[in-house]
Structure formats: C-alpha cells, structure tokens
C-alpha cells in the first residue's frame, strides 16, 4: 500500500476523483471500504481511460 485516503462523506451523491501528480497514469488499484447499508453500484464507478481507435 503506498497511500490511504479516508473521507466521510455527506449523503446523497458525491463526486470523488483521484490523480497523480503530474497526471501521471500509473494509479495500479484502488481499494473502496463501504458501511453505507445501500453500498455502491459499480456503473457509479467512472474509470477516466483514452480511448482506443482502430
């Protein structure tokens, strides 16, 4: 584990973005700890990707 990030948050919906400095790609895994009994949906999760062409 290189860094932990803990927030508590308000309810409702909440925008959290993480980055490196410099904006470098080169975050591996992020690990999400839940006690909200109604949990998180995984089409909540946005994953910021370039896009492929071809």
Do not use: C, F
């Amino acid at each position: 584990m290189i860094a932990v990030h803990r927030q508590r948050l308000a309810r409702g919906i909440t925008e959290i973005g993480l980055r490196r400095a410099g904006g470098v790609p080169d975050i591996a895994g992020v690990t999400l700890v839940n006690d909200d009994p109604g949990g998180v949906a995984v089409d909540d999760i946005l994953y910021s990707r370039t896009l492929l062409l071809g």
